[in-house]
């Protein structure tokens, strides 16, 4: 089991668990594939909107009221890039955006499970318009991707996490996942990643 800080995770943990779930291949059966038609198109989703991520050959896997997630086709059967939205009510009360920053580096994942380890947790302040943001970043080892022949691959989440402006009980994250040979890290994905989450709008929402 991957462990938190705390027993309830926010929705900046729920999306790295998601992303390394559709990167280990047991997820997969669940999610539906969807070509995204174009680039751009807003998703309005409980309390944000997001554009679909910019370039080619990305797919929707999920979408509901809280979270859309989208996954890249490459041709590598090592390297994958995913970029998740995610919306979850929290309980906890922040005076200040540095109690939030605290609180987000205390839910990041801390050691991972029994194929994934966590080698790097940050997390900084942002300027995003919510209520309070922060920018953060993981850097994971996986040691059992399929098709690695036993190559321990870098998974990284880039990513904000912020309160809703209307509701500081709704916490909303955006990030992107690349996993692969370090080999295969790739700037332009990484400039769709960035384009991604850039884009996160709220909408209203009330506690």
């Not at 998601?18 to 990167?23: E, H, I, K, S, T």
């Not at 996490?161 to 994905?189: F, K």
Request: charged share 25%.
């Amino acid at each position: 089991m991957i462990e938190c800080g705390r027993r309830l995770p926010p929705a900046i943990f729920l999306a790295w668990v998601l992303a390394l779930g559709m990167f280990a291949g047991n997820a997969r059966a669940q999610l539906r594939a969807t070509p995204v038609a174009a680039s751009g198109v807003a998703y309005e989703l409980e309390g944000y909107s997001i554009l679909a991520p910019q370039g080619k050959d990305w797919f929707e896997l999920k979408r509901d009221r809280q979270t859309v997630f989208f996954g890249k086709k490459i041709a590598s059967r090592t390297h994958a890039f995913v970029a998740t939205a995610v919306s979850a009510l929290i309980t906890d009360k922040f005076e200040t955006p540095e109690a939030f920053r605290d609180y987000v580096s205390r839910m990041l994942p801390l050691r991972g499970d029994k194929r994934h380890t966590v080698i790097a947790n940050r997390v900084e302040m942002d300027n995003l318009p919510g209520r309070f943001c922060v920018r953060h970043y993981t850097k994971a080892e996986d040691r059992g991707a399929p098709y690695a022949r036993g190559q321990a691959l870098l998974a990284e989440t880039f990513g904000v996490s912020c309160l809703h402006p209307d509701n500081p009980n709704l916490n909303i994250s955006v990030s992107y996942t690349e996993r692969g040979d370090p080999a295969e890290t790739s700037a332009e994905l990484r400039a769709e990643g960035e384009s991604f989450v850039r884009s996160l709008k709220f909408t209203p929402h009330r506690p």
